[in-house]
């Protein structure tokens, strides 16, 4: 019976851990090097070009980041997440998209986000009715090679569009922060120009009176003396005295 | 010039009615320029030498030039000198409006004794008018002697009572001590300095009398 029952254990045991080593495990692919990541191979070389070229040439023109990504399988992670994980970790951080496609699926899944959704203040619930709308615009291709070029160029088109959109509200919001910096400054020069006038008058008055009081106050008195008869003498008719006289020669001379 | 002189000597002494007698303010007393006698009234000729003021008519023959502010006639003094003692001399001014100062530098020879030079030059220096007249005893000359270093100042009839002889050479000596401390421009600007401090005192001193004698301040 003991014999039975510790068998029965490691045979539970056995079933887990053969089935756990062999359940399939999603791994992040490696970012590439251009815009394409291809592990499953699903695409010719000469296709992989052509989509390297499209796309780089997006990212340089346009400032749409897109990342094509195909996988042969997604180990039942789902979608969303693995695009968000791409886009997060591979993107512009700014605006970032991602198709993924998995060869023999329903149809690509597209991702797309970025600062400038919040900065243009984009509705999530359009930003989630577009992708479905490409998604299921894409999904009416007839090939598989079909839809995943339309779901391509539809997000590059959308993408596009919110990249201007956003260059747009900044060139607005450029112009109204001028308009509100030449605003500014001009009023600030004016209170500058008002406080210095004021200043520059206050200054005037202050010397003005220090000045007015410093001569109040040190201007020297007049001395008059009174009017005498003249001691005339000696026939002179200006002066008849004797003065005095001094020598720097000797103080014992007598001139 | 003799003929002027003969002239001051023969006019009759003016009497202003409106004016102070000069005893009553006199700072001190009157002297004989020749001799230094002390005299006790105003005389035509000294008791003790004979000297009049024909005297120096005899000494000093020649005409005198009319007096000015400034009157170097040694060329002894640059332009910045000059300005500067006339700004003391201006100052001196405005504070005694009444009293003009004639600042004379002047080459004599050794023999010349200043005190009759002086007077010579202040009573035969031309007036032009009754005005000018009036200013000229209210003037001082203060005359250098270059060549040996002399100095000799002279106060009009009106500037007599003011300052007795022994504060203008007291002034003298003031000139005498700042020249060799630091020059003659020191000397000047420490003999105007007190020069102003003696002339308030005597306007003080003389006002008060003037108080006192007509019943004002005790």
């Given at each position: 019976?003991?014999?039975?029952?510790?068998?029965?254990?490691?045979?539970?045991?056995?079933?887990?851990?053969?089935?756990?080593?062999?359940?399939?495990?999603?791994?992040?692919?490696?970012?590439?090097?251009?815009?394409?990541?291809?592990?499953?191979?699903?695409?010719?070389?000469?296709?992989?070009?052509?989509?390297?070229?499209?796309?780089e040439?997006?990212?340089?023109?346009?400032?749409?980041?897109?990342?094509?990504?195909?996988?042969?399988?997604?180990?039942?992670?789902?979608?969303?997440?693995?695009?968000?994980?791409?886009?997060?970790?591979?993107?512009?951080?700014?605006?970032?998209g991602?198709?993924?496609?998995?060869?023999?699926?329903?149809g690509?899944?597209?991702?797309?986000?970025?600062?400038?959704?919040?900065?243009?203040?984009?509705?999530?619930?359009?930003?989630?009715?577009?992708?479905?709308?490409?998604?299921?615009r894409?999904?009416?291709?007839?090939?598989?090679?079909?839809?995943?070029?339309?779901?391509?160029?539809?997000?590059?088109?959308?993408?596009?569009?919110?990249?201007?959109?956003?260059?747009?509200?900044?060139?607005?919001?450029?112009?109204?922060?001028?308009?509100?910096?030449?605003?500014?400054?001009?009023?600030?020069?004016?209170?500058?120009?008002?406080?210095?006038?004021?200043?520059?008058?206050?200054?005037?008055?202050?010397?003005?009176?220090?000045?007015?009081?410093?001569?109040?106050?040190?201007?020297?008195?007049?001395?008059?003396?009174?009017?005498?008869?003249?001691?005339?003498?000696?026939?002179?008719?200006?002066?008849?005295?004797?003065?005095?006289?001094?020598?720097?020669?000797?103080?014992?001379?007598?001139? | 010039?003799?003929?002027?002189?003969?002239?001051?000597?023969t006019?009759?002494?003016?009497?202003?009615?409106?004016?102070?007698?000069?005893?009553?303010?006199a700072?001190?007393?009157?002297?004989?320029?020749?001799?230094?006698?002390?005299?006790?009234?105003?005389?035509?000729?000294c008791?003790?030498?004979?000297?009049?003021?024909?005297?120096?008519?005899r000494?000093?023959?020649?005409?005198?030039?009319?007096?000015?502010?400034?009157?170097?006639?040694?060329?002894?003094?640059?332009?910045?000198?000059?300005?500067?003692?006339?700004?003391?001399?201006?100052?001196?001014?405005?504070?005694?409006?009444?009293?003009?100062?004639?600042?004379?530098?002047?080459?004599?020879?050794?023999?010349?004794?200043?005190?009759?030079?002086?007077?010579?030059?202040?009573?035969?220096?031309?007036?032009?008018?009754?005005?000018?007249?009036?200013?000229?005893?209210?003037?001082?000359?203060?005359?250098?002697?270059?060549?040996?270093?002399?100095?000799?100042?002279?106060?009009?009839?009106?500037?007599?009572?003011?300052?007795?002889?022994?504060?203008?050479?007291?002034?003298?000596?003031?000139?005498?001590?700042?020249?060799?401390?630091?020059?003659?421009?020191?000397?000047?600007?420490?003999?105007?300095?007190?020069?102003?401090?003696?002339?308030?005192?005597?306007?003080?001193?003389?006002?008060?009398?003037?108080?006192?004698?007509e019943?004002?301040?005790?």
């Open positions: 019976m003991m014999r039975c029952v510790c068998f029965l254990l490691w045979a539970i045991m056995a079933v887990c851990v053969s089935a756990q080593s062999s359940s399939p495990v999603f791994i992040m692919p490696d970012k590439p090097k251009g815009q394409v990541s291809d592990e499953s191979k699903w695409l010719t070389p000469e296709e992989q070009y052509e989509w390297e070229r499209q796309l040439s997006w990212k340089r023109n346009d400032g749409v980041d897109i990342y094509l990504v195909i996988l042969p399988n997604l180990h039942n992670t789902p979608a969303d997440h693995v695009m968000h994980e791409i886009a997060n970790r591979w993107g512009d951080p700014a605006l970032r991602v198709v993924l496609y998995v060869p023999s699926s329903a690509p899944r597209i991702w797309w986000e970025g600062e400038i959704i919040e900065k243009i203040n984009l509705d999530p619930r359009a930003q989630r009715e577009m992708i479905l709308r490409i998604e299921k894409a999904g009416s291709e007839s090939t598989e090679r079909e839809r995943l070029r339309s779901a391509i160029y539809q997000l590059s088109d959308t993408m596009r569009v919110i990249h201007s959109q956003w260059r747009q509200f900044s060139a607005i919001r450029d112009k109204w922060n001028d308009s509100i910096y030449q605003k500014w400054s001009r009023d600030r020069m004016i209170r500058r120009a008002k406080w210095i006038g004021i200043a520059a008058v206050g200054l005037v008055a202050l010397v003005t009176v220090v000045w007015f009081l410093h001569r109040r106050f040190t201007r020297q008195r007049r001395y008059f003396f009174p009017q005498v008869s003249a001691q005339r003498r000696f026939g002179a008719l200006h002066a008849g005295g004797s003065g005095a006289v001094v020598s720097l020669q000797s103080s014992r001379h007598r001139p | 010039m003799g003929s002027r002189m003969s002239t001051v000597v006019m009759p002494p003016t009497q202003d009615v409106s004016s102070y007698a000069a005893k009553r303010f700072a001190g007393a009157l002297f004989c320029p020749d001799c230094r006698l002390r005299l006790e009234k105003p005389v035509l000729r008791p003790s030498c004979g000297f009049t003021g024909e005297n120096t008519l000494l000093f023959s020649g005409a005198a030039p009319a007096m000015e502010p400034w009157m170097d006639q040694a060329q002894c003094w640059d332009e910045s000198s000059r300005k500067k003692i006339l700004g003391w001399v201006g100052r001196l001014q405005r504070r005694f409006p009444q009293i003009d100062w004639c600042l004379l530098s002047i080459k004599l020879p050794e023999e010349v004794r200043l005190r009759l030079f002086n007077f010579w030059f202040f009573n035969v220096s031309p007036v032009q008018n009754e005005e000018e007249r009036e200013k000229r005893s209210w003037t001082v000359l203060l005359t250098y002697d270059v060549d040996h270093q002399r100095f000799v100042i002279t106060p009009g009839y009106q500037v007599e009572p003011i300052l007795a002889d022994d504060d203008w050479e007291d002034l003298l000596t003031t000139l005498k001590t700042s020249w060799r401390e630091g020059g003659i421009l020191k000397g000047y600007r420490d003999f105007f300095a007190e020069a102003e401090r003696k002339l308030v005192l005597a306007s003080r001193r003389m006002n008060g009398i003037i108080k006192n004698k019943g004002g301040e005790s």
